[in-house]
């Protein structure tokens, strides 16, 4: 019995992790949609393309 005690909270651990994982990928992609409309808002084409690579980094 331990030993499935043991599996079930490294599975535990393991599902926390993953909806850790995207809450934060989706925090930073709200942030960078809102730096790169700033950007575009004031004309700035090297943060509009830096931003966005970072942004397609995120996204795969």
């Known amino acids: ?32 949609y809102q730096k790169i409309d700033d950007a575009l808002a004031s004309g700035d084409v090297v943060a509009f393309q830096n931003l966005t690579d970072e942004l397609k980094e995120l996204q795969f």
């Open 1 to 32: 019995m331990d030993k499935m005690k043991v599996t079930y909270e490294v599975m535990l651990g393991l599902a926390a992790e993953m909806v850790w994982d995207e809450a934060l990928r989706k925090f930073r992609s709200e942030r960078l």
